[in-house]
């Protein structure tokens, strides 16, 4: 196996811890937005008592109660998102970290000469977070979106509820939702979602960022980096279609390339003549390893298959693995979202032992 095969072995293995630690983010930022759905619902519910006691009409009393309902229903939604972008800010800058130290040890592991590594300053993985643009715009702008969607939803669902001259306990049911559909049919399940595929996203931006810079650090060995797709029955024709191609390093369409897009980077090594080597003193099977191509596209299956029962066990559970191996699971039932998740220690754990 080559350098670079060994190399997109590793990346495929970390790509899977990496969407579950991603998982686990995005379910914490949906439990900050969920504790402020009772608070939110509360005002309003007492807010929408006061103005349908006094009689509803246009005049400019109940218009004033409107806006006063409105602004406390602003106040508790930017409070709330502030939380989730300072947790995400947080949360993201340390992963930022690991993945830069994840680069690093993979390339002195995959190398058959020593190397030592170089790791980005601290700092600067961390300024990644708030600095790189994902998709055009950065992490501030998304999560500003969300906020001032979120709220724009509420105040839409409130006033044609009010024209539609629903009752109070109507108005908060088109905002919650109802316990019988798991409040999956309110407008605030629509926030839920959003900020589980912003989360996911981003987190896939700060994995690619923070590898780049690390190979850019590493450019003694480092020439290039390939996009690489998962190839399944979700991958979308603008990741399928890059699969395979080599960029320069900080150059050419990085991964994330839309919301949701689970597509990956790895290295691309130099070989020994690019590295200013003599060939004569490398031993015939190191020689043959650090030949400075790139590893082919490899499908998920086709890996996973070829990785044995232990991990395939880990990745998709005991059950679906002998699944898996007797034939009768399909490729979109191996890529479900099996609820796995990983914290920051555990990732950091894993990488230790790999």
């Not at 095969?5 to 590793?10: C, G, I, P, V, W």
């Not at 939604?77 to 947080?90: F, T």
């Not at 509420?154 to 109802?178: N, P």
């Not at 003694?220 to 399928?240: E, H, M, P, Y």
Request: proline share 4%; with cysteine.
């Amino acid at each position: 196996m080559s350098v670079n095969e060994r190399l997109q072995d590793a990346a495929i293995r970390h790509a899977v811890d990496a969407q579950r630690y991603s998982r686990g983010l995005a379910a914490d930022i949906v439990a900050l937005l969920n504790s402020a759905d009772q608070d939110l619902l509360d005002k309003l519910a007492v807010r929408l008592v006061r103005i349908t006691e006094r009689g509803f009409d246009t005049g400019p009393a109940t218009t004033k109660r409107i806006k006063e309902m409105l602004a406390d229903l602003r106040v508790i939604n930017s409070a709330v998102y502030k939380k989730v972008a300072n947790a995400l800010n947080d949360e993201l800058a340390e992963f930022a970290l690991v993945e830069a130290d994840f680069q690093a040890s993979t390339l002195t592991k995959a190398l058959p000469i020593e190397i030592a590594a170089t790791v980005p300053a601290p700092a600067l993985l961390r300024s990644l977070v708030t600095t790189s643009p994902m998709k055009g715009h950065l992490l501030k702008h998304w999560t500003d979106g969300m906020e001032a969607g979120r709220i724009a939803r509420i105040e839409g669902e409130i006033r044609e509820g009010m024209v539609a001259g629903e009752g109070t306990d109507a108005i908060v049911r088109r905002i919650r939702g109802t316990k019988a559909n798991g409040y999956r049919d309110g407008i605030l399940d629509i926030s839920r979602r959003s900020a589980q595929s912003v989360v996911r996203t981003a987190t896939a931006h700060v994995s690619n960022v923070a590898a780049q810079s690390t190979w850019a650090a590493n450019s003694n060995v480092v020439k290039g980096w390939q996009f690489l797709a998962t190839f399944d029955s979700r991958t979308t024709i603008t990741c399928a279609a890059l699969s395979g191609q080599v960029f320069p390093i900080g150059e050419g369409p990085m991964p994330p390339r839309h919301v949701g897009c689970r597509s990956h980077s790895l290295p691309v090594t130099k070989s020994y003549r690019e590295m200013g080597l003599d060939l004569d003193d490398v031993p015939p099977g190191d020689r043959a390893s650090i030949d400075g191509q790139v590893a082919g596209d490899l499908r998920f299956d086709a890996w996973l298959t070829k990785k044995g029962a232990a991990t395939q066990d880990d990745i998709l559970g005991p059950v679906r693995a002998q699944m898996f191996r007797e034939g009768k699971l399909k490729l979109p039932d191996l890529i479900r979202d099996d609820g796995t998740v990983l914290s920051l220690a555990q990732l950091r754990k894993r990488l230790s032992l790999n």
